[in-house]
């Protein structure tokens, strides 16, 4: 079984060259968390017990960019989803997360969700 989620762009995008203060990235991941549990919600995922997520960000523009500097805003996202309930956790044990670069566009990430037996 395969499902797909989008997140809209929920604040600013974090990566891991930012340099702000703790307390400003803490509310931007609250931002992405909230974000992904409440589309979660709207899409109403099952609950599953172990799954493989392929996030894909879009960002509004085509300049260069590493997509793994962005493993901050998806680690958020990942603890959305588990306020939300579809995976027991998100260890190595119930989880496995590859993060892409996607297309320029309208900005957010893309999750693909595969369940894992």
């Known amino acids: 079984m395969q499902l797909t989620l989008s997140i809209p762009q929920a604040d600013e995008w974090l990566n891991s060259n930012d340099r702000r203060h703790h ?3 803490y509310r931007i991941g609250e931002s992405w968390k909230t974000m992904a549990k409440v589309q979660a919600i709207k899409a109403n ?3 599953l017990q172990r799954a493989h997520i392929s996030a894909t960000v879009h960002r509004a523009r085509a300049n260069r960019s590493d997509a793994l500097n962005f493993s901050p805003t ?5 603890d959305g989803l588990i306020l939300y309930g579809l995976l027991p956790d998100d260890d190595d044990k119930h989880l496995t997360v590859d993060v892409r670069g996607g297309a320029p ?3 957010r990430v893309e999750l693909v969700i595969e369940h894992l037996a």
Do not use: D, H, S, Y
């Open 74 to 78: 998806i680690k958020p996202i990942i």
């Open 105 to 107: 566009g309208i900005p």
């Open 23 to 25: 307390m400003a990235r």
């Open 45 to 47: 995922l099952p609950r």
